[in-house]
């Protein structure tokens, strides 16, 4: 699919300020730091379209980008950071996990795993949330050029063998560079395809 116009929307903190649409939409979540904002510049080839920074805890409202005038990428806030109070890390994780369970349109969500990592049990509880919640979600293994082939390898085998504890089947997975750009055709061919799907 060929990214032609990739337009900032709107932002809000309630998904019932979301805009009204029947629109395919795709949501980018995972911890705080693991590239979601990154992988959404990748994804629609701008330098800066959602704001990234080497601080976690940067995107904190649920906002909206509209892609080819047909289609919305939400880019959310990360999960599991600490260094915000109780009450504010209660506060993104109730607009999240109401976002994720109520926005009508919502057809897949991507969560984004650092791919440097052993399995984390934040991700893993998170992904069996949207098991519990059936909310269709893909993995999406982030920021494989900082590590060789054969460690990401490893890592990702890991995260795929605890899953399986817990699942019968695996979700679809993708393994990302931001940086390289690697692994976002075959994101963008993912979602052109659940596009004509859902709206042909
Ligand atoms: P929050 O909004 O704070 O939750 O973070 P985020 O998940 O949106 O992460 P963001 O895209 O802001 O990236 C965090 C840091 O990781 C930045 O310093 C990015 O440059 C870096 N980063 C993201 N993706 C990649 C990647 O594929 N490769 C490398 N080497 N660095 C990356
Ligand atoms: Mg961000």
Not at 13 to 27: G, K, R
Not at 57 to 67: P, R, V, W
Not at 128 to 141: D, H, S, T, Y
Not at 169 to 185: D, H, Q, R, W, Y
Request: glycine share 4%; charged share 20%; aromatic share 12%.
């Amino acid at each position: 699919m060929i990214i032609h116009k990739a337009e900032f929307f709107v932002s809000n903190s309630d998904v019932a300020l979301c805009p009204v649409t029947t629109l395919p939409e795709y949501a980018f979540i995972g911890r705080s730091n693991v590239g979601k904002s990154s992988l959404i510049n990748a994804l629609t080839n701008h330098k800066s379209l959602a704001k990234t920074s080497s601080t976690p805890g940067k995107t904190q409202l649920i906002n909206h980008f509209l892609i080819n005038e047909k289609w919305f990428i939400t880019d959310l806030p990360g999960y599991g950071y600490a260094k915000v109070s109780k009450g504010v890390k209660a506060g993104w994780e109730n607009m999240i996990s109401q976002y994720l369970i109520k926005r009508q349109n919502l057809l897949y969500t991507f969560v984004l795993v650092d791919s440097r990592h052993s399995p984390q049990k934040i991700d893993i509880e998170f992904i069996n949330w949207l098991g519990e919640k059936q909310i269709p979600f893909c993995i999406v293994f982030t920021k494989i050029d900082k590590l060789g082939r054969a460690a990401a390898t490893k890592n990702i085998e890991d995260y795929r063998n605890t899953l399986l504890q817990y699942w019968e089947e695996l979700p679809f997975n993708f393994v990302t560079s931001a940086e390289k750009k690697e692994g976002i055709k075959e994101i963008l061919d993912f979602i052109e395809n659940s596009n004509l799907v859902h709206h042909p």
